[in-house]
Structure formats: C-alpha cells, structure tokens
C-alpha cells in the first residue's frame, strides 16, 4: 500500500520537474529571440539592409543572394518572373539566423504598395520593425502608412537613415521631419561623419566613439578607425577640419533638441531610436545590428478572443499569418506560416485547430536557416515556421493544445477595387473557382459572391493583383479569365445586433450586396456618398471596413 502511495507521489514530483524545466527551457528560449520586419517605402533599401543582416549575422556568404528574390517596384512583368522562382521567395518569407546565440528572425515583407496588405498582416506576426527612410526622399507615402500600422499596435520601431553617401537633406531636418510626420520621438544613436562623396563613416552618441569605414568588394565594409578621442589626428586628416567641427555642431544641437534614449518609450512604441548610415556601403549598419540586439524586445504577449497569452504559458499556441499555394504546381501544395506565442511546438504532436474544431499533426514543418529551408523538432515563442498543408488552414486560423482561442488583429482590410469574374473557357469552370477559392485563402484578394446569378467578386487594395491572378489562375489551374470592372469603390462588411433588420437591407439593396467567404453580407459602395446616405438609412445596421468586427486590433 505505501510502496503504491510512494511511487505516485514520486510520479507526481517527476512529472511537476519535468514541467519545470519545460517552462524554465521556454523562458531561455523566449529571451534568446529577436522577432522582427525591416519595412520601407519602395526603394529606401529593405533588400540592401536586410542582407547585410544576413552576412553580419554569417547566415549568407555574398551580397546579391536576397536581391534575387525582391519584387519589383512597379513591372507587372517583374513580378511574374519572381513568382516563377516561387520555390526561393517561400524561403525569404522568413530568414532565420543564430547570431551569438540570439536566434533573429526576419520576417520578409512585400516591397510593393499593391501588396500593403501582406505586409500589414506580416507586422501582426513581429516584436518589433527596422523602419529605412531614404536620406534624400524623407519620409514617403509607404512609410506612412506602415508607421500607422505600428502606431496601432504599439510594435517598437527603430529607424535606420539610409544612403547617406548621396547627396540627401540635412540630419537635424531630417530628424524633425521624422517626428513631425510619424508622430514618435527620434532619438538619434548615431550621427553621420560628413555625407555624399565625403561620408566617412558614423559617431556613437551612446558610446561616444566614431567608426569610419571604407568599401570593400564582398559586400561589408572595412573599419579604418575606430576611435573615441576627439583629438586623433587620424580623425581629421580622414575626416577633415571642416567636416568634423560641423560634426560636433550637429551633435551637440541633437543632443539638445532631441529626447534622450528610454527603452519604456522605445518599447511602447513611443520613441525610436534612429541611426545613419549606408546599406550599400555597410556604414553604420553593425551599430544598428548591435544595438538592435541588446535593446529590441523579445516576445511579448498576444492578443486572443478570450484574453492574454503569455509567451511563457506552459501551452503551446500560435496563429497562421501568411499562406503561400502551390509551392510545386504539381502537387498542389500549401505552405502556411504560423508565429508561435506560447509554450512548445513538436513535430508530430496533435495540435487543435480552434475554428474548425478539429486535431492536425505537423510532420514536416519546417524551419528557415538563412536562405534555406529544414524540417523542424520544436519551435519557440517567436519563431515562425511553415507548415505543409492541403487547404485546412487560413490566415488568421489559431491551433492551440485544445484550448477554444482565437488570436485576433489578423484583418482584413476594406477593399477599394472590386472586378467581376469572367469565365473564358467554360470547360475549365471547376478549376476556376477552385484557383479562386485558393488564391483568396492566400490573402492575395478578397473574394466575394453575390447571390444574383452566382457572381465571383475580386476585391483588392491594388491593380497589380489582378494581373498576378489571372497569370496564376492560367499557369497553376490551367484557367482562363478576364476582369471586368464594377462601378463600386468600397466593400464594408455589415453586422447587426438586430437580424431583422440586418435581413431588411440585404432585401432592400440586393444588388449591391454581395457575401465573403464566410457567408457574412458586404456592401458595395458605389462612392464615399452613397456609402453615408445607406449608413443613414440603416442605423441599426453597423458598416465595417476591417473584417475584424468583434475584436477590435
Ligand atoms: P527596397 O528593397 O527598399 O526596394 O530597396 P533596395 O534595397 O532594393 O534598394 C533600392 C536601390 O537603392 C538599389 O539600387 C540599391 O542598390 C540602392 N541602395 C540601397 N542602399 C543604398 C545606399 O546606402 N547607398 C546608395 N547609393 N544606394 C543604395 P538599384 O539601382 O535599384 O538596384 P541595383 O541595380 O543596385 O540592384
């Protein structure tokens, strides 16, 4: 009788370490991780930064092995050919590296304004973002609305002043434009050493010394002097007289005018740590890097329908933000990238999944070591990892160890160009709807059917989707189709608390109501107008332009 009593009690007290250390294994894990985005306005030099990242953090060997895979500003054409090489952008969707022992991982955004969306949605996915500004250009339109989306989520922004060795506008302007049109404190880091031809290198404000560089052919700079005294002759015979008292001018006024670093501030997304420099060039980029890893946040809690989840809960739990089809024409599969934000994820273990009510098993996912891909074991708080799948999983889907969550801010936005569906070739109906069907669970487009004679509705925030697919729907579903235009510029989503009066309007303005995925009833609004005149017409009736009603971001 004892000896039962004792063996259970030592069970017991096995089972309470074994748990222990899961737990305290996770919480190493967690403070180990740098999850984050680099984002720009098109051009300012995502690709550049992101992939001295990668050969500082020893995950690529040459320059160029990133730029391969960047889409293109504004050639539909360019597009194409990238979406050709599917097989390489899946893997720079996240770009893992293990850099002293800090797991980073990057997540990749689309460069392109046509593709907002997926970034936005990217950006549910990060600790934190690296946002460049062009030196010359200042704050552009994209970088903007990306700071909007940052601003809602309170994500910690740091910015990085790119291609100073061009001819750009003056840093203390440049500074006050950034607060002026982001809205945040810039807390400068560093400070260029001269600019244009005569951009020499950067100062430390932190540490107090200055590193001046020269370009070398693989791709990183060589440092030709690193010094904290002001006095080294070295310093002005590189530099210059002139360029150097300009230098401490400029410095002394920033450290008068500008806040001085908080990392509370940095970390509620109210103060951003900015730094100069040259992505070309490498100038000033190992001060972000550094610096960037000591002070950027690792994973924090998560939002869900029914409360926090902390990264540290002993419960595995993570959400699909991204889903990538057809990765090989041929066999017609599916990659969804999944964030982890609680607990421990295991190969093969059967995971729930919360909208469907239903378990799934992993039994190749798979892990993003610099630009190559590797099936996984485990995966952490904060990593992201692609998981092989047949059309189960959607974005915004939560898979959780049996708890009923729904990790919310994964929207989708209003579209504001909306073209009907049109056939070419009736013998390939099928394939047609089911190449619409999974391009829209991509999160390419919205799709929208109106019950009238079964119209398919595409709607999107950009023209450029269009062409992708009606280029996809031909070369992976071997169907063809045209888009016809309708005249509508807004598609609101439309609940109400009153169903009696959420059927009236469905009745009373049928042909501009049309239904998503999830059978939940839109309206089309043929101008900004109209829209108000049918909100006032329908108090009762509430109008949505993120299909997240109940969860507000
Ligand atoms: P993006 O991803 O934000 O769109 O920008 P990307 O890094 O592709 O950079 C856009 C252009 O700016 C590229 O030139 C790139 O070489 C250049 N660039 C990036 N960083 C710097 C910098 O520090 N200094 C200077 N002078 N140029 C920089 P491109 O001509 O469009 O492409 P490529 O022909 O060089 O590949």
Known sequence: MFKVHFKSVAKVILFLRAVKVDIMDIK??????????????????????????????????????????????????????????????????????????????????????????????????????????????????????????????????????????????????????????????????????????????????????????????????????????????????????????????????????????????????????????????????????????????????TKTNNGLVRPGDPEFSGFVFKIHANLNPNHRNRMAFLRVCSGKFERNKMYYHTRMSKKIRFSAPASFMGNSKSTVEEAFPGDVIGLYDNGTLKIGDTLTEGKEIQFTGIPSFSPEILKEVINKDPLKTKQLEKGVRQLTDEGLAQLFTQQQGNKKIIGTVGELQFDVIKFRLEHEYGARCDFKTLPYVKACWL??????????????????????????????????????????????????????FSNAV
């Open 28 to 301: 190493k894990e967690i403070n180990r991780r740098r999850t984050f985005a680099i984002i720009s306005h098109p051009d300012a030099g995502k690709t550049t930064l992101t992939e001295k990242f990668l050969l500082l953090g020893g995950a690529i060997q040459v320059a160029g092995a990133v730029k391969n895979n960047k889409i293109r500003k504004t050639a539909t054409s360019d597009f194409i050919e990238i979406e050709k090489q599917r097989g390489i952008s899946v893997a720079t969707s996240v770009m893992t590296l293990d850099y002293k022992g800090v797991m980073i991982n990057i997540l990749d955004t689309p460069g392109h304004k046509d593709f907002a969306e997926d970034t936005y949605r990217t950006l549910t996915a990060v600790d934190s973002v690296i946002l460049v500004v062009d030196s010359a250009k200042g704050v552009e339109e994209q970088t903007r609305k990306l700071m909007e989306v940052c601003r809602m989520r309170a994500t910690p922004v740091m910015i990085f002043i790119n291609k100073m060795d061009r001819v750009g506008k003056d840093p203390l302007d440049l500074l006050e434009e950034l607060e002026d049109e982001l809205k945040i404190a810039a807390c400068p880091f560093t400070w260029p050493v001269g600019s244009g031809d005569r951009f020499k290198g950067v100062y430390n404000l932190e540490a107090g010394n200055i590193q001046l560089y020269r370009p070398n052919k693989t791709g990183l700079s060589e440092a030709i002097l690193d010094t904290a005294s002001k006095e080294d002759q070295r310093l002005k015979s590189i530099v210059g007289e002139d360029n150097l008292s300009k230098l401490w001018e400029e410095v002394a006024l920033a450290k008068d005018l500008f806040e001085p670093f908080n990392k509370d501030l940095y970390r509620e997304g109210y103060l951003a740590p900015v730094f100069f420099g040259s992505a070309l060039n490498n100038f000033g980029i190992p001060e972000l890097f550094e610096t960037f890893i000591n002070i950027a946040p690792y994973p924090s809690e």
């Open 495 to 548: 609940t109400s608390s009153n169903k009696q009066k959420l059927d009236e309007i469905i009745k009373r303005r049928e042909s501009t109501i049309a239904f998503d995925k999830s059978d939940i009833p839109v309206y089309l609004a043929e101008s900004e107008w109209m829209l108000k005149i049918v909100k006032e017409a329908h108090p009762e009736v509430e109008f949505h332009t993120t299909s997240e």
